[in-house]
């Protein structure tokens, strides 16, 4: 599978925005899809994940009450709403993709990865 992020941008503490991972090939549905980010200097972090149904979703205690992750199957296509923005959301965000049963909060367990986009929060 091919995933393409989308959505980022410049934003001022406490804006919104959506990100969008497009998915190509008919198998979308399978996988257990998750959002990562990775600032400047720092590991990349867990910010959720959702299961291939859509019906259980999980976030890091940093996304929590501020951020949403959806999908829709038909569309091939998994969101991140992001909230309440604040200047340490500053990073790149991933999108990826892995066969249920994994490790979803951590990078080595996914098999598929987007090209990332940037989202910058200013003060």
């Known amino acids: 599978v091919q995933l393409q992020a989308s959505g980022g941008g410049l934003v001022q503490a406490g804006d919104s925005l959506r990100l969008s991972c497009a998915a190509s090939?008919?198998?979308?549905?399978?996988?257990?899809m998750g959002w990562f980010r990775q600032a400047p200097g720092k590991e990349r972090e867990f910010v959720g994940c959702?299961?291939?149904?859509?019906?259980?979703?999980f976030y890091a205690d940093s996304a929590k009450g501020r951020f949403t992750i959806s999908r829709d199957n038909a569309k091939n296509t998994v969101y991140l709403q992001m909230n309440s923005l604040k200047p340490e959301d500053t990073a790149v965000y991933y999108c990826?993709?892995?066969?249920?049963?994994?490790?979803?909060?951590?990078?080595?367990?996914?098999?598929?990865w987007g090209q990332g986009t940037q989202v910058t929060v200013s003060s």
């Open positions: 959702i299961t291939s149904s859509g019906g259980r979703i």
């Open positions: 090939g008919r198998t979308f549905s399978s996988y257990v």
């Open positions: 990826a993709a892995t066969f249920p049963g994994g490790e979803y909060r951590k990078p080595r367990g996914y098999n598929y």
